[in-house]
Protein backbone atom coordinates (compact mmCIF):
# COMPACT_ATOMS: atom_id res chain seq x y z
CA UNK A 1 0.00 0.00 0.00
CA UNK A 2 0.93 3.72 -0.94
CA UNK A 3 0.63 6.21 1.82
CA UNK A 4 1.10 9.77 1.88
CA UNK A 5 1.41 11.68 4.89
CA UNK A 6 1.22 15.57 5.18
CA UNK A 7 2.91 17.21 7.93
CA UNK A 8 2.24 21.00 8.25
CA UNK A 9 3.06 21.97 12.13
CA UNK A 10 6.61 22.76 13.33
CA UNK A 11 9.20 19.80 14.64
CA UNK A 12 8.92 21.13 17.95
CA UNK A 13 6.33 22.73 20.45
CA UNK A 14 3.80 20.29 19.14
CA UNK A 15 3.51 16.54 18.71
CA UNK A 16 1.82 16.69 15.08
CA UNK A 17 5.41 15.73 13.53
CA UNK A 18 6.23 13.29 16.31
CA UNK A 19 3.46 11.58 15.90
CA UNK A 20 3.11 11.29 12.15
CA UNK A 21 6.36 10.20 11.98
CA UNK A 22 6.19 7.69 14.86
CA UNK A 23 3.09 6.45 11.98
CA UNK A 24 5.45 6.59 8.96
CA UNK A 25 8.18 4.39 10.74
CA UNK A 26 5.55 1.95 12.08
CA UNK A 27 3.67 1.82 8.31
CA UNK A 28 6.75 0.82 7.14
CA UNK A 29 7.77 -1.79 9.67
CA UNK A 30 4.47 -3.06 9.73
CA UNK A 31 4.21 -4.50 5.95
CA UNK A 32 7.24 -4.82 3.57
CA UNK A 33 5.05 -4.01 0.55
CA UNK A 34 4.09 -0.50 2.21
CA UNK A 35 5.74 2.14 0.67
CA UNK A 36 5.14 5.84 2.67
CA UNK A 37 5.89 9.48 1.33
CA UNK A 38 6.34 12.25 3.89
CA UNK A 39 5.75 15.77 2.42
CA UNK A 40 6.65 18.39 4.90
CA UNK A 41 4.63 21.57 4.41
CA UNK A 42 4.79 24.92 6.03
CA UNK A 43 6.31 25.12 9.22
CA UNK A 44 7.18 21.44 9.05
CA UNK A 45 10.04 22.02 6.43
CA UNK A 46 12.02 22.89 9.51
CA UNK A 47 11.95 19.66 10.44
CA UNK A 48 14.61 18.50 7.71
CA UNK A 49 17.25 21.07 8.67
CA UNK A 50 20.60 18.78 8.74
CA UNK A 51 22.16 19.35 12.21
CA UNK A 52 19.99 19.17 15.05
CA UNK A 53 20.77 19.42 18.31
CA UNK A 54 18.15 17.93 20.78
CA UNK A 55 18.26 17.18 24.67
CA UNK A 56 19.31 14.07 26.16
CA UNK A 57 15.69 12.00 26.23
CA UNK A 58 13.94 14.51 23.86
CA UNK A 59 12.92 13.33 20.40
CA UNK A 60 15.14 14.30 17.70
CA UNK A 61 12.82 15.16 14.29
CA UNK A 62 16.17 14.61 11.98
CA UNK A 63 16.56 11.11 13.29
CA UNK A 64 13.29 10.35 12.87
CA UNK A 65 13.14 11.02 9.35
CA UNK A 66 16.03 9.37 9.08
CA UNK A 67 14.23 6.09 10.20
CA UNK A 68 11.81 6.47 7.49
CA UNK A 69 14.48 6.99 4.52
CA UNK A 70 16.25 3.78 6.04
CA UNK A 71 15.79 1.07 3.05
CA UNK A 72 13.86 2.20 0.08
CA UNK A 73 10.30 2.55 0.67
CA UNK A 74 10.38 6.13 2.10
CA UNK A 75 10.90 9.87 0.93
CA UNK A 76 11.00 12.94 2.36
CA UNK A 77 9.51 15.92 -0.06
CA UNK A 78 8.97 19.35 1.26
CA UNK A 79 7.36 22.06 0.01
CA UNK A 80 9.80 24.66 -1.96
CA UNK A 81 7.38 27.70 -1.63
CA UNK A 82 7.79 26.98 2.04
CA UNK A 83 11.51 26.48 2.42
CA UNK A 84 11.97 29.88 0.03
CA UNK A 85 9.54 31.40 2.64
CA UNK A 86 11.40 30.77 5.66
CA UNK A 87 15.01 31.09 3.99
CA UNK A 88 15.57 27.48 4.32
CA UNK A 89 17.99 26.33 1.20
CA UNK A 90 18.96 23.05 -0.45
CA UNK A 91 22.14 22.88 1.21
CA UNK A 92 20.05 23.77 4.76
CA UNK A 93 18.37 19.94 4.36
CA UNK A 94 19.48 16.66 5.67
CA UNK A 95 20.70 13.98 3.24
CA UNK A 96 17.77 12.39 1.23
CA UNK A 97 15.32 14.77 1.79
CA UNK A 98 14.49 17.09 -1.46
CA UNK A 99 12.48 20.07 -2.05
CA UNK A 100 9.07 19.40 -4.10
CA UNK A 101 6.69 21.77 -5.56
CA UNK A 102 2.58 21.10 -5.34
CA UNK A 103 2.33 19.68 -8.39
CA UNK A 104 4.42 16.73 -7.52
CA UNK A 105 2.08 16.93 -4.47
CA UNK A 106 -1.03 16.62 -6.59
CA UNK A 107 0.22 13.66 -8.38
CA UNK A 108 1.61 11.39 -5.48
CA UNK A 109 -1.96 12.48 -4.09
CA UNK A 110 -3.74 10.92 -6.84
CA UNK A 111 -1.45 8.54 -6.46
CA UNK A 112 -1.42 7.34 -3.03
CA UNK A 113 -4.05 4.90 -1.53
CA UNK A 114 -4.23 6.79 2.03
CA UNK A 115 -3.46 10.39 2.54
CA UNK A 116 -2.90 11.30 6.20
CA UNK A 117 -2.66 14.68 6.98
CA UNK A 118 -1.04 16.29 10.35
Do not use: W
Not at 93 to 118: W, Y
Request: aromatic share 6%.
Amino acid sequence: MHYLIILNDPPYGTERCYNGLRLAHTLIKQDKGNQVDVFLMADAVAGAKHGQKTPDGFYNVERMLRRVLAGDRGRILLCGTCMDARGITDDDVMDGSRRSTMDELGQITTDADKVLVF
